[in-house]
């Protein structure tokens, strides 16, 4: 499941307008906050949702991974660039 918190998505709103492409904006930007995530996460066991914050948006942190808590070899899976939190 992907989420978005509502300062990120104003964020991303914001962004491409400056840069005046309209959808092709959208989908850049998007690809530039969630590139290394796409690729790892399916690569991951447990992860049930992955949430685009503000700080994301901006490239001052990953995206957070919120894990299933039932899933018990996920912990030491997770690659150490990626911020993870448990519900």
Same mark, same amino acid.
């Given at each position: 499941?992907?989420?978005? !918190? !509502?300062?990120? +998505?104003?964020?991303?709103?914001?962004?491409?307008?400056?840069?005046?492409?309209?959808?092709? &904006? %959208?989908?850049?930007? %998007?690809?530039?906050? +969630?590139?290394?995530?796409?690729?790892?996460?399916? &690569? %991951?066991?447990?992860?049930?949702?992955?949430?685009?914050?503000?700080?994301?948006? !901006?490239?001052?942190?990953?995206?957070? %991974?919120?894990?299933?808590?039932?899933?018990?070899?996920?912990?030491?899976?997770?690659? &150490?660039?990626?911020?993870?939190?448990?519900?």
């Amino acid at each position: 499941k992907l989420k978005f !918190h !509502h300062e990120a +998505m104003t964020a991303v709103v914001v962004e491409a307008m400056k840069r005046g492409a309209g959808a092709r &904006s %959208l989908r850049a930007i %998007l690809e530039d906050v +969630m590139l290394d995530i796409m690729y790892e996460i399916p &690569s %991951l066991d447990g992860i049930r949702e992955c949430v685009i914050t503000l700080d994301a948006v !901006h490239g001052d942190a990953p995206p957070i %991974l919120v894990r299933d808590p039932e899933h018990r070899r996920f912990q030491s899976a997770v690659p &150490s660039t990626i911020g993870t939190v448990s519900p």
